[in-house]
């Protein structure tokens, strides 16, 4: 069966420092990964996907077959990135599995 | 254009009690979703129709669980002599095609409490 795992249920940092938020899957098939973001009082929205392979607000995920991660990473953390970020795992069917999400907070 | 709508967005009922979810997707979206999240946890997949059938209702969790979509547009999750431990956030998404490569856009979701 397929799994996402998200160690961190919150990560704090400063603005201006890195951010990385961890992801890490089980799934025997081939496969596709997501990031999706809930601003505050907002509903759950699309932040990237690997297949596209790009760069969304600054942050960037790589797909890391050998140690099955989907790591999100920004250079340069801002305010307005504080959310709640979920991975999540596409697999037959079309339905998504979810991870549990970590809250990011971004301090001055 | 409008994006997905859930009604009602807060529904209170008591244990025992029959409640009913409505989901509107986006207008020509023929893929649709629901979801369940409790308190800590991400979305947990619940049921998806393409069209008018369910193509995959797996994750539905017993049969006092059901959805129906019987235009292809409005869904309807209903769920039978509620329990308490049926509390949860409720989302529904829908896509323009089914496939994983196809964005889901999420409703703001419904807020059940059981009594």
């Known amino acids: 069966a397929q799994r996402v795992t998200q160690p961190e249920k919150l990560l704090s940092v400063f603005k201006g420092a890195p951010v990385e938020l961890k992801c890490n899957y089980s799934?025997?098939?081939?496969?596709?990964l997501f990031w999706y973001v809930q601003y505050s009082r907002q509903r759950l929205q699309l932040l990237l996907r690997?297949?596209s392979r790009e760069s969304i607000k600054g942050f960037t995920a790589d797909l890391n077959k050998g140690e099955t991660s989907f790591h999100l990473k920004k250079p340069f953390a801002q305010e307005e990135d504080s959310a709640m970020y979920y991975c999540?795992?596409?697999?037959?069917?079309?339905?998504?599995?979810f991870g549990t999400g970590t809250r990011l907070q971004v301090t001055l | 254009g409008a994006g997905v709508s859930q009604t009602p967005s807060n529904k209170v009922t008591e244990k025992g009690k029959y409640v009913e979810l409505r989901c509107d997707p986006i207008?020509?979206?023929?893929?649709l979703y629901w979801y369940r999240q409790s308190l800590g946890q991400g979305p947990e997949f619940l049921i998806y129709?393409?069209?008018?059938?369910?193509?995959?209702d797996s994750g539905l969790p017993n049969d006092r669980f059901f959805a129906v979509r019987p235009e292809g547009s409005v869904s309807t999750l209903k769920i039978q002599r509620t329990e308490r431990g049926d509390s949860a956030v409720y989302l529904c998404?829908?896509?323009?095609?089914?496939?994983?490569?196809?964005?889901?856009?999420f409703g703001p979701g419904t807020r059940l409490t059981v009594l």
């Open positions: 998404a829908s896509s323009s095609t089914g496939g994983n490569y196809n964005e889901q856009f």
């Open positions: 799934y025997s098939g081939s496969p596709e």
């Open positions: 690997h297949i």
């Open positions: 999540a795992l596409g697999v037959s069917a079309s339905k998504l599995t």
């Open positions: 207008s020509g979206h023929t893929a």
């Open positions: 129709f393409q069209g008018t059938g369910a193509a995959d």
